[in-house]
């Protein structure tokens, strides 16, 4: 189905869901973020591998054709204590182990990241490879229990991500950056702290993510810079009767142990 139009503006619909609730959506979406990752010459980065289709802790927002046989951009958000560490972790563990430390700090009371986030260039300009699924992703986080979500963001993301309330820890890499996905590309480690209340988000985008976690399924005109983009919101996760935070937390705990033990014996070596 090509790209729909009402008006002159691209019509969309953004829906949320648990990665292995949907295989078949979860391969649409890393056939399109690859064909984005390819186009700024990046073959392969940690957060693009697969294995997250088969995290229970993994969830997945979808840009879409109404008909969900088009996809146009997406965004996943990974709660800690899963099947696999945070991508976070796997991107810069090797290079400071303290982000290890770090997560687990934050896991303890429930914690996750958002990553993954890219869109086509069809619909290159409308926000939704920016400011509209990091305000869906902030929204769901709450559906999923968890109070914080950590990011690893490029240094022209960095701006939008502290509007909606992220901000930089420098407690890891130089001064919070890293050489990521390439040693040419610099990737910034933020922490939104207070998913709950948004107490660091400007006014507008705490307002339209309180607006989206009170209206989930919703039809919306969003702007940005003067382009109209009409999306069809149904942000509800489904199956979430089958998801426990607090088991998930449990099992954290054994993995980070692990990851500190690994350490401790690499210090000896």
Known sequence: ?????????PVVRLRAFRAIDDPTTCERFIEGHAHVLTAIGVKKVTSSKNEWMYNPASF???VESLDGEKVYGGVRIHAAGGSEPLP????????DARIYDLVYDYAL????????LWNSREIAGYGIGSIFLTRAGAAISTQIGIKSLFALCAPYTVKLAESVGYRIDTSVGNNGTFYYPKLDLVAT???MRNLDTLTEADQENKEAIFSLRNNSNIVRIETLRNKEIEIHYQIDIPNLDRWDLEEVIKNLQHTSADHNTDQRNLNIL
Not at 2 to 7: E, V
Not at 109 to 116: Q, S, W
């Open 1 to 9: 189905m090509a790209l729909l139009f009402n008006d002159g503006r």
């Open 60 to 62: 997945v927002l979808i």
């Open 88 to 95: 976070i972790e796997q991107a810069t563990g090797a290079m």
């Open 109 to 116: 009371h429930g914690t996750g990241e958002g990553c993954g």
């Open 189 to 191: 480690v933020m922490i």
